[in-house]
Each structure stands twice: as C-alpha cells, then as structure tokens.
C-alpha cells in the first residue's frame, strides 16, 4: 500500500486546462472537501442553501447562495445552470448530504453532460437511502444488523411489548432530521413509544417510521469503514472509532474519533459494497453489540462524512484522491494509518463537560485528549479564516442546525 504523497500529482504538475470542483454545501464537512483540493491548486466553486464557513476559505475561488438545495429536481437544475453559466465542463461534483446524492443520482445522466459525477445511479444509491433497504440487503448477506419492526398504524406497536428499550428512526433520514433536528428517539416503555409515534407522525409518514433495538453504549461502541471503491474493491480505506459523539446517546455527529484496526468491518463493508456495484467515497457505521460482541450495521452514507479530513493526516486524503480517478490520474491504493485522531472542538467541548458532570466521561482522561489529537475539523493554521467565521456563527447553527 503506498501513501498518498507517493502518488498524488503536485501542483505544478498540472496544466491549465485542469478542472475544477464543485462543492454543493459548505459546513465544516464541504471545507475539509475544500482544503484537500484547494492544497493542490484546484479551482473551486461552492454552492449552498446555508450560511456556510467554506466561502471564507483562502482555497475557496467562487460561492452561490441559492434558496434551497433540498429538491432533487431543483438541485439539478441550478447546478446545469451555474454549469453552463460559469463554464464549468468537466467539473467534479461533490455532494456533502444525502439529499444531493439522491439528486445527483437520479439526475446523473443529464448532470453527466456537463459534469464529472462520481456519485453513482439510483441502482446502487436506492441501497443508502432508505434504511428498510440497507437492512434487508445486509442480512440478506449474512451481515448483523439491529432488530427492526416497521409499523403501519398504532395497532403494529403492540407486537413491540417486552423488547425495551428501543429507538424510534425514520427510514429516510432526511425527512426526519430537518424536521425535528434530532437522528432518533429513545422510547423506554409502550406508553412513551406510542407518544413518540404520534409525534414522529408530524414530520414523516408511517411507512417511513422505524422502531429499532437499542443497542446498549455510547460512541465508544460506534465504528466505521471509510472507503473510496471502485470496481468492487477498495482503492483507499480506514476504520475509525466514534470515541464522542454529540448528542453522547444518538449523536448526530461525530466530536473526537480515532483510527483503528478492524479487519471485520473490513470484510462485512466489502461485501456489502460488491453487491451494490458502489464506486466513489462511503463511510458505513457500525456499533458493537456488548451482549454478544456482534457489529451490527447502522448506516451507509454515500458521501464524504464529517470528519473525513482525519483521512489526510492517516494518509488517506479522501477528496483528492477520488477528484485523481476522476480526471483520470493514477490512484495507487493505500490505507490509513491507526491511532491518529481528529477532533471538532465546537461541539466536542459541551460533549466534555456534560459527560464530565454525569460521570460518563473522567476529567483527567478528558483534558488529554484535547492535547493529543492530530487534525481538528475546521481550525487551521493555514487557512484560519473559516474557525473565526464557524465562532460567529454558532446562533445561527444551532438554530439552523442543532450543530
């Protein structure tokens, strides 16, 4: 496996016929996204619905502010716009949510005559999006997942009696999240469960409500298997530990991560890729299972994740090396390194000090970890701008956002 300065062009390698990238949101996500490319001279243009910190990245060459980037229909239609507009041919596309790779999926044949679109068809994208597929597909290839009900009215959460606690999801995650701005909900006996259902009802309909098994533990029991896959196997990978999570029980998103070592993710992750034809960048999450040592598969995300940008400093510089295969530079597999760890201290912090005053989390063991980590996800040095902006903006996220 060679390491990504062994095969990655430099700068000044490049001719000036080299294009550029289209980064469609840009929260501390989308500017990992634009720091990978921008370190190697390509253009970029970001495109948002949100207040976002990557325009204010040194790297960040364009920004657009359009209303909403929620409809796939609408998505499509201004990027072939700024596209033909901005001269934009041949420009890779990069999603940031799920919602943009379902539109960049069902709309790849016409997005694929103006742009690179390494997201792939609905085929293989079906696989992600609703969760009641993702399940059935996985256990259908012997891969453990949670115990799922689907109920379709009141009456189907009796079937439910005696299993407590569990976790009221949806199956589209979207529909639920920007709704409610949570990722599931804890329900601890019938009466609390039906409340919830009735709740849940307001943002999604029942087919898209889940009930699953609560897998005891926090982020610590939480992995994932990051890949760039291609023609079914994996060009670029890593496995990583979600150490926090914010909130600590259902975190919507990492706080403090680690790489480690875990060949059976490896092999479960594989096998689940191959059978969806997958190519491009995913992350699948997996928690494991404490009353029988089980990994059971969460999620599959179709995309670039939060703190992807723990990639570069393991060796693995996700973005970039998919932005290679897809202007057609040879991309030499590699994988990253364990033990190196990345941190979002503006979220991390409150997880630390409630964990703290619970006792979840141990003070002592706590400050270390503030002083170890290797890559924090938007603070930089070289690029400071968009750390000062994210600090201002901390209203505005948590009320857009939930953070």
């Not at 910190?53 to 700024?82: E, N």
């Not at 409340?195 to 009802?201: D, M, N, P, Y």
């Not at 926090?244 to 480690?260: I, M």
């Not at 979002?344 to 980590?373: M, N």
Request: proline share 6%; glycine share 8%; charged share 25%.
């Amino acid at each position: 496996m060679g390491t990504l300065r062994n095969h990655i062009k430099k700068n000044n390698d490049w001719g000036a016929e080299r294009p550029g990238a289209v980064i469609i949101g840009g929260d501390y996500q989308g500017l990992g996204i634009v720091r990978s490319l921008g370190r190697y001279g390509v253009p970029i243009f970001l495109v948002d619905d949100e207040s976002s910190i990557a325009k204010y990245s040194r790297y960040t060459r364009f920004s657009y502010r359009v209303p909403s980037l929620r409809d796939p229909d609408t998505t499509a239609q201004i990027l072939m716009k700024l596209g033909r507009e901005r001269g934009l041919n041949g420009w890779v596309l990069y999603p940031t949510r799920d919602e943009t790779v379902a539109a960049l999926s069902t709309h790849r044949s016409e997005l694929s005559q103006l742009f690179r679109v390494p997201t792939p068809a609905w085929e293989s994208v079906k696989w992600l999006w609703d969760k009641r597929n993702t399940y059935r597909l996985a256990q259908s290839l012997g891969i453990p997942t949670p115990h799922n009900w689907y109920p379709r009215d009141m009456q189907d959460l009796e079937a439910i009696d005696g299993h407590f606690p569990v976790v009221l999801k949806p199956a589209i995650k979207e529909h639920f999240i920007y709704g409610t701005k949570d990722k599931a909900w804890r329900a601890d006996n019938p009466v609390q469960l039906r409340q919830l259902f009735e709740r849940a009802l307001r943002y999604v309909p029942a087919d898209e409500i889940m009930i699953q098994d609560l897998i005891p533990g926090d982020g610590r029991c939480q992995y994932a298997y990051c890949s760039f896959f291609k023609q079914g196997d994996s060009i670029a990978s890593l496995v990583a530990c979600r150490r926090r999570q914010h909130p600590l029980e259902f975190g919507r998103a990492s706080t403090y991560v680690e790489t480690v070592d875990a060949p059976l993710l490896e092999e479960y992750s594989l096998h689940f890729l191959r059978a969806i034809d997958f190519y491009g960048l995913v992350e699948l999450e997996y928690k494991r299972d404490p009353r029988d040592a089980q990994y059971r598969l969460l999620d599959v995300n179709g995309r670039t994740w939060g703190y992807h940008t723990i990639g570069r400093q393991a060796g693995v510089d996700f973005p970039y090396l998919l932005f290679s295969d897809q202007v057609n530079e040879p991309v030499v597999p590699c994988r990253g390194k364990v033990g190196v760890r990345w941190i979002r201290l503006l979220t991390d912090l409150p997880v630390g000090v409630v964990g703290i005053l619970t006792g979840q989390i141990k003070c002592r063991e706590y400050l270390r970890t503030l002083r170890d980590y290797h890559e924090e996800a938007v603070f930089s040095r070289e690029d400071p701008l968009p750390g000062f902006m994210e600090l201002a903006l901390v209203p505005y996220l948590s009320i857009k956002r939930g953070f």
